[in-house]
């Protein structure tokens, strides 16, 4: 057996029925020329992906991550540990379903959001996948779920672009949880901390950057009007179990324009764009506080020899969104000079120090998520989380001879935190996941056509 690490350990001790603890996706595909075809299913989907599910499931061995479950006894003083699953039952994580006619994206999405507010067996290995049959244009769809103490969203995202090719005729690819385990991604958490533990002087530089921290993090704090100021809203109170998603995607170009207008960066641009949707959402219900929202982005620190974690580290910066400007134009110059000086800030520390931030990041969330009573009744430190990870950069790409059309994250919302937007890039588009608690966030799918008006109007800037 091996222990659990202490950050994994955090997502196992944080988790109930509200707040289920696994990061997902849903991948959309075009069925391959002549799958299928019959007389009773004329969309031609059931025979290939019968074909495909059986494939899955005879899969000839399991990636070891994803063969090990999650103990927790008596016999180990509290301290919770994998174990391998010697018998691991491939037709239970892996699953066939079909869509009630017609088969849009409603129902897909309808779906989706019942999978994702369901939690994880853990007398299992703790992941869950779906084939999904029956979308309408000739497509089908693979929901893919695994738990945050397993792997982390980046993680998940590299492990899927292994499962996929350029070549359009090849077959017998694995799912991710038959790729060899040579695959085995050092990215989880233990990964990122035995890498730190390995570099060289990490011990006295470790002290050096604890002691260095304090004064450039007060500054980052004293000097910056948003982190920690966010206002009170609907996102920021207690959640139930239950989930509804959302996905749409945009094509770069269109982004593109305007941060050539701007001078912004596409991140920006993104930023803007969920801005706006995200003030007329919050109108259209009437619950637009006066103060500007703010939103903690992960950033993806590149370019270091230093850098933990194979030259990339992880920290936060909160981004403040203007959502009290009416102006488009304002509102993504605002954006622009809060994540330019909080960018600036990040970099004038070492890489373990923008890991320390970025673990404070996430960590200033817990007391809402974790203590009851506490979400909704105190200033949130941010009020959501907007991510934006950048996916494969090769396209168009196939599964199994099958056309991957868009991939849409499916992350993590906490009690305090309703509402999570993540991002991800793909053929020159932008695929947009949204994930929010069913009721604390109304009609969430409205968000999408709010999207959209917002990055017209970015694009009306002149």
């Known amino acids: 057996m091996t222990a659990v690490g202490p950050l994994d350990a ?12 696994h990061v997902g996706g849903l991948m959309l595909f075009e ?18 992906l019968s074909r495909l599910y059986h494939e899955m499931v005879a899969a000839p061995s399991v990636n070891p991550l994803f063969g090990r479950r999650v103990r927790n006894r008596a016999l180990d003083f509290g301290y919770w540990s994998w174990e391998q699953d010697d018998e691991i039952d491939l037709e239970y994580h892996v699953r ?21 507010g369901t939690q994880l067996d853990r007398r299992r290995p703790l992941w869950e996948m779906q084939l999904i049959e029956g979308v309408e244009g000739r497509r089908f769809a693979l929901y893919s779920k695994v738990h945050h103490s397993m792997i982390d969203g980046v993680t998940a995202l590299r492990w899927m672009q292994d499962t996929l090719t350029t070549d359009p005729a090849r077959t017998g690819m694995p799912a991710t949880f ?21 570099m060289p002087g990490t011990a006295g530089r470790l002290l050096a950057d604890l002691a260095g921290l304090t004064p450039v993090g007060l500054k980052s704090l004293l000097h910056s009007t948003v982190p920690f100021q966010a206002p009170r809203t609907i996102f920021n109170q207690s959640i139930t179990g239950a989930r509804r998603f959302a996905a749409q995607s945009w094509p770069i170009e269109r982004l593109e324009k305007v941060r050539a207008i701007t001078g912004a960066t ?6 803007a764009m969920c801005s706006g949707a995200l003030r007329n959402y919050l109108l259209e219900l009437n619950a637009l506080p006066d103060k500007a929202l703010t939103a903690m982005v992960p950033v993806s620190l590149r370019g270091s020899s230093e850098a933990p974690g194979g030259g ?35 970099s004038a ?27 909704g009744r105190t200033t949130p430190p941010y009020n959501l989380v907007i991510s934006n990870v950048p996916g ?41 996941g949204l994930v929010g608690c069913r009721r604390t966030v109304p009609h969430l799918q409205r968000l999408l056509g709010h999207l959209e008006t917002s990055l017209a109007d970015l694009e009306n800037i002149h």
């Open 96 to 116: 066939l379903s079909a869509l009630p006619r017609p088969g849009r994206f409603r129902e897909l999405f309808e779906l989706t959001s019942r999978l994702h």
């Open 312 to 346: 990339n580290s992880l920290s936060t910066l909160i981004a403040d969104l203007a959502t009290d400007e009416a102006d488009p134009d304002r509102r993504i110059r605002r954006i622009m000079t809060s994540t330019s000086y909080s960018k600036g800030v990040l």
């Open 349 to 375: 520390l070492s890489p373990l120090q923008n890991l320390m931030i970025g673990a404070l990041g996430f960590g200033v969330a817990g007391p809402a998520a974790i203590l009851p009573g506490v979400a």
């Open 392 to 432: 494969p950069a090769e396209s168009p790409l196939y599964w199994n001879r099958s056309r991957l059309l868009g991939m849409y994250p499916a992350s993590i919302v906490l009690n305090g935190q309703a509402l999570n937007i993540s991002v991800t890039s793909y053929d020159h588009q932008l695929h947009f």
């Open 178 to 198: 038959a790729l060899p385990a040579a695959a085995e991604s050092s990215g989880t958490a233990d990964g990122l901390l035995t890498t730190v533990a390995r």
């Open 31 to 48: 069925l391959p020329e002549g799958a299928g075809r019959d007389h009773v299913f004329p969309e031609g989907s059931r025979d290939y």
């Open 266 to 271: 596409l991140n920006d641009v993104m930023l």
């Open 10 to 21: 955090m997502f196992l001790l944080g988790e109930t029925r509200e707040q289920a603890m």
